[in-house]
């Protein structure tokens, strides 16, 4: 059993800042691309920004040169810094990894997400 476990998120003023982390935890072999998606009320989930094990990145043209996409391969770990936030960015944001599984012989890669944080930009 593979879990993806969000923290970080609340309640900001506008132009504030906030860091979101993801933690996987359980029985794997290793872990792909890790990425954060969010999804506001009314709307579809959409990407927000991904990182590859070789730590390239891709950003929504929306929160580019604001948030910051990283993560720690020594603790599983992929965080967001977002800064200069806007009433916008107010959504539930929530941790994607592909996820290596060792099954006998067997490695199957599967997706996996977290249960989401709340982010709400106001003032």
């Known amino acids: 059993q593979v879990h993806l476990v969000e923290s970080g998120g609340g309640l900001v003023q506008p132009e504030g800042s906030l860091r979101l982390s993801c933690a996987a935890s359980g029985s794997f072999f290793s872990l792909g691309a890790m990425g954060w998606y969010r999804q506001a009320p009314s709307k579809q989930r959409e990407l927000v920004a991904t990182?590859?094990?070789?730590?390239?990145?891709n950003y929504a043209d929306s929160v580019k040169g604001r948030f910051t996409i990283s993560r720690d391969n020594a603790k599983n770990t992929v965080y967001l810094q977002m800064d200069s936030l806007k009433p916008e960015d107010t959504a539930v944001y929530y941790c994607n990894a592909e996820v290596k599984i060792q099954q006998g012989d067997m490695i199957h890669e599967l997706d996996y997400w977290g249960q989401g944080t709340q982010v709400t930009v106001s003032s």
């Open positions: 990182i590859t094990t070789g730590t390239s990145t």
